[in-house]
């Protein structure tokens, strides 16, 4: 027997499927950079080698300058990798779904999205564990070192995102009208909302001025990159900020990605 389903209520699904996906990708988007940022310090733990400083930002050569140069990548911790490609690939299916009215999409993406979680605790003990007992201790040691700060962002985030899906479900449910009109969020959920955008958006900023991949950029228009270790986190300049969001860089960092092989592991 087909359930029938209140228009009203289906629209409040609707909706709340597309709030709910926007918030994932809001999170996905700083994420993926970490766990990328991650990948390519385990697999070129020396230096990617040649810089990528004869690339040029003209889109329509960018498949032939990426067979330019080959890299020579050194895969240590193998288990941390495989910990960081199920995570990449994790995300790439938190930021992908299409929004449906059906009322399992937000618990999928809830589901998904502790996961995710979890495979960043489990990661962040086992890189520890490495830089206790590793031949390569320094090297975990400093990825730690300067990454933590991002594990700890990032589970205070999902934890975020957890609570305000769960809110969001509970107010789609509860406040369905005979006349069609969208359910109501509370005050303090919506301005939880804005907080978490923008946060997400701050922490992508911050994610990209300490990686490489902005240096070389940067330097590909003839910016001087030695400030950057100097500017305040809490007060990008706006100059910068345009840049990291800007769709030039975008393709950049996505061409460089592909060079590296970073965006190429599966696990199966």
Not at 24 to 43: F, Q, V, W
Not at 103 to 123: A, G, M, Q, R, Y
Not at 146 to 158: D, Q
Request: proline share 3%; net charge negative; glycine share 4%.
């Amino acid at each position: 027997m087909v359930e029938s389903v209140p228009k009203a209520l289906s629209s409040n699904r609707l909706l709340l499927s597309q709030i709910a996906n926007e918030l994932c990708a809001s999170l996905a988007k700083p994420t993926l950079e970490l766990i990328d940022i991650l990948i390519e310090a385990l697999m070129y733990p020396r230096g990617n080698g040649n810089s990528l400083m004869d690339w040029t930002l003209d889109a329509e050569n960018h498949s032939v300058l990426a067979e330019k140069h080959q890299y020579v990548h050194e895969d240590l911790g193998y288990g941390c990798i495989l910990e960081l490609v199920h995570a990449r690939q994790l995300l790439a299916k938190l930021n992908t779904r299409m929004p449906t009215p059906s009322p399992d999409f937000t618990v999928t993406l809830l589901t998904i999205s502790e996961e995710i979680h979890d495979v960043l605790v489990h990661l962040l003990a086992h890189l520890k564990g490495q830089a206790n007992r590793s031949t390569e201790s320094d090297l975990y040691k400093n990825i730690v070192r300067e990454n933590l700060p991002h594990f700890r962002h990032s589970f205070c985030n999902f934890n975020t995102l957890d609570n305000i899906l769960r809110q969001l479900r509970e107010f789609s449910e509860n406040t369905s009208s005979s006349n069609g009109e969208g359910f109501q969020i509370a005050p303090k959920t919506m301005e939880s909302i804005k907080t978490f955008s923008s946060d997400n958006s701050h922490w992508f900023e911050e994610l990209m001025l300490g990686s490489q991949a902005l240096r070389e950029y940067l330097l590909l228009q003839d910016y001087h990159t030695d400030y950057l270790d100097r500017i305040n986190t809490s007060s990008i300049p706006r100059g910068i900020s345009s840049e990291i969001h800007s769709s030039d860089f975008g393709i950049f960092l996505q061409v460089r990605k592909s060079k590296l092989k970073i965006s190429h592991r599966k696990v199966f």
